[in-house]
């Protein structure tokens, strides 16, 4: 009997799916397990598998199409099987459904979206994005536009990433200037023939859409006008004095990065002054220091008066907008001190077994296992024996995570992210060890992607590398926990009566007290301790 597999969702934000890949042709034997295809979705390309067996005996998107979810996809039956009867349903269910839907806008829609016209929102690209910024327009109005070229890079709250296009045409129409922010589904472009007029669907979109962005665009005159007027202000322009949005090329910027160039002080020969790669390339940097006068007095006796100090100088100030990032860090940080009540249990940890063991691990061949690791690993076998640690509130309910997910702050340029380890518990120390380094190095090269930095449990920041002996850190919400790692210190301790020199390290638990009562914060310490202190029982 035949049956229908539709486009999955793969994601909890994704709504439609592009097939990057069909690894089974029409006629193939499928078997329970087998890939089918490779999907893109909103957040990754991901392999597709097969729940049925029989034969593959339609395809209902092509490779490179895009299908909205729950729109069939494939047919697996019997071979040879007759599928018309169930292609002629699912086209009448489909055109149904389309004629519903027309009828749904023509009711709600102020005007028409000619043919060959595609209205562009703002995307969601991860899981918690409400908000983006167009940190750079790669297409401007007029330009010709292929499926898969680059439309933008927009800075979300998680990175900056690039965002194709799913359509080709002309870019008719950019709603989001270059560095400004707007809510999720907001217009963002409009791409359709060359030559179309589009101020009646602006003008729509802005009547029906109370979450637009605030560009302030004439609806009468849908036109370059938005960005040539933005970008022909004193804000663009590319010196030093103005205090504005410098506008450069990402390449421009690379390299400006690389070769420690301030981009302020280089002037721009781009389109509206923009500063491409010519311009940092060519750039040299002023050789006028700035003379400050300087009087040297020698006194001929001790008695004399000092010379009079005279200040130079001037006041200033500089004002650089808040990255999309440094926003949202700031919201969630913000909501989470204050809605859930923190407390905080500090202990001291004797490292000196710990320090002996990680010399001797690594010793063998390619092998090289940290602190941190040891610390990661230590707390996701805590959290099994603990696990109302591994909770978080839900008002009426709490959540209890039967999987554990251990995410690890890293410091990036614009903030903090946090990569998750999936499956933590299950992980040797080598492991725990290399995938924090991989999703670490991705998370600074702005090349993580969202689904790796979703879905923690429980979380750790470690500064001790930067010598901070003891600190507090802020729940990373809907976490219950998080552990904050100081420094490794020698200093004298007491063993067995005598006064010697040990290795310790500070830990301090933070605890949203309405999941996590002083007790089970202890308790989950204690377990944590017993575990660095031997790390040998974290091997068993």
Not at 255 to 260: F, L, N, R
């Amino acid at each position: 009997m035949a049956i229908i597999v539709n486009m999955p969702r793969l994601s909890d934000t994704m709504e439609e799916g592009v097939v990057a890949k069909w690894l089974k042709k029409v006629g193939d034997k499928v078997e329970e397990g087998d890939i089918l295809a490779e999907i893109e979705t909103d957040k990754a390309t991901m392999e597709f598998e097969s729940f049925n067996e029989g034969t593959l005996l339609h395809i209902g998107v092509q490779e490179g199409e895009t299908s909205p979810v729950d729109v069939l996809l494939a047919i697996i039956g019997d071979e040879g099987e007759d599928i018309s009867g169930i292609l002629n349903g699912v086209i009448a269910e489909e055109h149904s459904k389309e004629a519903s839907q027309e009828e749904t806008i023509s009711k709600t829609a102020a005007t028409s979206i000619p043919d060959g016209v595609n209205v562009i929102a703002m995307p969601r690209l991860s899981d918690t994005m409400e908000e983006g910024t167009v940190a750079s327009w790669l297409k401007n109005v007029g330009d010709n536009v292929e499926e898969g070229d680059i439309l933008a890079e927009i800075e979300t709250d998680k990175a900056t990433m690039e965002f194709e296009s799913f359509y080709e045409g002309v870019l008719l129409y950019v709603g989001i200037a270059e560095g400004e922010s707007a809510k999720v589904d907001s217009l963002l472009s409009i791409i359709g023939p060359k030559g179309t007029d589009v101020s009646s669907i602006v003008a729509a979109h802005k009547e029906g859409d109370l979450t637009s962005n605030n560009s302030k665009i004439d609806s009468k005159t849908a036109t370059v006008e938005a960005i040539e007027t933005i970008e022909n202000t004193p804000e663009t322009s590319s010196t030093a004095n103005t205090g504005g949005r410098i506008f450069a090329s990402p390449l421009a910027k690379k390299i400006a990065k690389d070769k420690g160039i301030n981009l302020s002080e280089v002037k721009g020969t781009g389109e509206n002054g923009r500063i491409v790669k010519r311009d940092v390339e060519n750039y040299t940097p002023s050789s006028t220091p700035s003379e400050i006068p300087t009087t040297v007095s020698k006194p001929e006796q001790s008695s004399a008066p000092l010379a009079a100090y005279t200040p130079v100088g001037e006041e200033s100030f500089e004002y650089i907008t808040n990255s999309q990032m440094r926003k949202v860090i700031a919201k969630r940080l913000g909501e989470s001190k204050f809605t859930a009540p923190h407390y905080y249990l500090t202990i001291e940890l004797d490292m000196d077994n710990a320090i002996a063991s990680r010399k001797t691990i690594n010793s063998l061949p390619e092998t090289k296992v940290s602190f941190n690791d040891m610390v990661v690993k230590a707390c996701a076998m805590a959290l099994k024996k603990h696990p109302k640690v591994n909770t978080s509130w839900n008002g009426d309910t709490t959540r209890y995570s039967n999987h554990i997910h251990v995410g690890v702050a890293v410091a990036v340029d614009d903030g903090l992210l946090v990569p998750v380890l999936k499956f933590t518990d299950q992980m040797s120390l080598t492991q725990i060890g290399g995938n924090v380094r991989d999703l670490a190095g991705k998370a600074r090269n702005k090349k993580i992607a969202p689904n790796e930095m979703e879905g923690s449990t429980f979380t750790i920041s470690n500064l001790g590398m930067f010598g901070i002996q003891e600190f507090t850190s802020i729940i990373n919400q809907p976490n219950s926990a998080i552990l904050s790692v100081g420094a490794i210190e020698q200093k004298p301790v007491v063993k067995e009566g005598q006064i010697v020199v040990g290795n310790t390290m500070k830990v301090t638990l933070a605890c949203d007290h309405r999941t996590v009562d002083g007790a089970t914060g202890a308790q989950f310490l204690q377990t944590v301790r017993a575990y660095i202190e031997n790390p040998v029982t974290m091997l068993a």
